[in-house]
């Protein structure tokens, strides 16, 4: 539904403005990840509405965007499909209890992944000078947390860093 929706805005700027900047493929792509981005973004509202705790699923869903950034991994092939996923996992993390030891437990394990696989795929991730440090910058991210021990960014990390193993087939590394 989003690659389609993107399609179709990328073919209307390019049927209004034939001579102006990119292709119709980049438009879409670049018009695709932001419709995603925003969709995720909205469905976590309206998802955290629903069970209660808007403001720890932004958390979780702005402290798992913040990593993935920096630290790349695992895409669905479907837009729909990865907004209406990640926006029920943003959703759901607040209904997970974890103690203080849990916390730590989970930020230690994240702490391990991000050292051991981070990132993933950086020439698609973000193509600068940063390309060096993105393994240390998501380090960094993660390491926060040992300060803020919030459960909430402790399974958003955890969820962001099982998508940097080596384990899935059918989806795209970047």
């Excluded at 479907?78 to 209890?97: D, E, G, M, R, Y």
């Excluded at 103690?99 to 991730?125: F, N």
């Amino acid at each position: 539904m989003l690659e389609k929706l993107s399609k179709r805005i990328a073919s209307e700027i390019k049927r209004a403005d034939p001579d102006g900047p990119g292709s119709v493929e980049v438009l879409t792509y670049s018009i695709g990840i932001k419709l995603n981005w925003y969709t995720g973004l909205m469905l976590t509202v309206l998802f955290g509405w629903v069970l209660g705790d808007i403001l720890n699923a932004l958390l979780a869903f702005f402290s798992f965007v913040a990593l993935r950034k920096f630290s790349g991994g695992f895409h669905f092939r479907s837009l729909t499909f990865c907004a209406v996923f990640s926006a029920t996992l943003f959703a759901s993390i607040p209904l997970i209890h974890l103690g203080h030891d849990g916390t730590l437990l989970l930020t230690s394990i994240t702490v391990l992944v991000v050292l051991w696989v981070a990132p993933r795929k950086s020439e698609d991730l973000n193509p600068s000078g940063l390309d060096p440090y993105l393994k240390w910058i998501s380090l960094a991210i993660v390491l926060v947390n040992f300060i803020l021990q919030s459960p909430t960014i402790a399974l958003s990390f955890t969820a962001q860093a099982v998508l940097l193993l080596p384990i899935w087939k059918g989806g795209e590394q970047r």
